[in-house]
């Protein structure tokens, strides 16, 4: 698996690669997004249940969102909250947005909304981007040679946002111009994954696509969760290798307290070099895309609706 639209992904990211998983990037992002900023202005994060395949590389949709939170952060001074979203043509409105209509005919877009919370002043200095960092200008720049745009929306006296109107990619193997809506559910599924990224990247797509998701990180702390939630789990989705246990053991184990749930195994490495896996119980190979997951995961609670 080749795309760059990918859960789990370690190996570097090739600047040929012209698109990625808008979502996906912008998740992987947050980290740095709560460092620029800092500890006085508050992070929230909104992304799009659509699946947003855009026409840049990650590590220029990276540069962007860094830019754009850098300008935020810039505008917010000593408090605030950075509003940070991902929107899709199908998404309509995001009150209290209210866009120009140019901006609301985007294609797609990452907003980074500031709003002045408070009496704090606006913040005076000007300095540059960081090192390696994009500035506008150069964000502006590379939207424009990719089809896409920069926009400033004043929307308040305190209220102010940088939209970046991003081109949609299409897929290589067919004309569309759309990205297809994914399945939306409401079932409880236990995710048990030891690597803190995957694990957040992982629950945040869930929950986008209306999941209720409990988190585990070992033996321990799975099964108390299936121990206090039982039959209410309707999917169980657990790493093929964990700190001292192997997946398929872990999930024997919660079998009786999860008696219906079903199974999803995901891993880097292929379940022949782990063992071999029950009849029936589905397989998600590290890295793979939001697409992928959400599909496997509606495919598997369908058919625990349909015997129960």
Request: aromatic share 2%; net charge negative; glycine share 8%.
């Amino acid at each position: 698996m080749t795309s760059p639209a990918l859960v789990g992904r370690s190996e570097t990211v090739h600047e040929e690669e012209t698109h990625c998983d808008l979502n996906q990037v912008v998740s992987s992002a947050e980290r740095s997004i709560l460092q620029i900023a800092g500890g006085q202005v508050a992070v929230q994060m909104a992304l799009s249940p659509s699946t947003l395949s855009v026409a840049l590389n990650e590590v220029e949709l990276t540069q962007i969102v860094r830019c754009l939170a850098g300008e935020a952060r810039r505008l917010l001074g000593s408090g605030g909250r950075m509003v940070v979203e991902t929107r899709g043509l199908n998404d309509g409105h995001v009150a209290p947005l209210q866009l120009s209509e140019t901006a609301a005919k985007a294609r797609a877009r990452v907003i980074v909304r500031a709003e002045l919370l408070g009496s704090a002043p606006p913040a005076t200095q000007t300095e540059g981007p960081a090192s390696g960092e994009l500035g506008v200008s150069a964000v502006e720049a590379l939207l424009e040679r990719l089809g896409g745009r920069l926009e400033f929306v004043p929307l308040s006296e305190n209220d102010l946002a940088y939209v970046a109107h991003l081109p949609y990619a299409a897929p290589a193997n067919s004309s569309a111009r759309m990205p297809v809506a994914l399945p939306h559910g409401a079932e409880v599924v236990l995710l048990i994954e030891d690597e803190p990224q995957v694990q957040a990247v992982t629950a945040r797509i869930l929950r986008a696509f209306g999941y209720s998701v409990l988190t585990a990180h070992n033996e321990r702390s799975a099964m108390a969760h299936a121990e206090q939630h039982g039959d209410a789990i309707g999917l169980v989705i657990s790493d093929l290798v964990l700190p001292g246990v192997s997946g398929t053991d872990l999930v024997r184990r919660l079998q009786t307290p999860c008696e219906h749930a079903r199974v999803l195994y995901m891993s880097g490495y292929s379940p022949d070099h782990i063992g071999a896996l029950a009849e029936g119980v589905r397989f998600l190979r590290k890295p793979f895309t939001a697409e992928e997951l959400v599909t496997t995961v509606r495919e598997l609670l369908a058919l625990r609706a349909a015997v129960h």
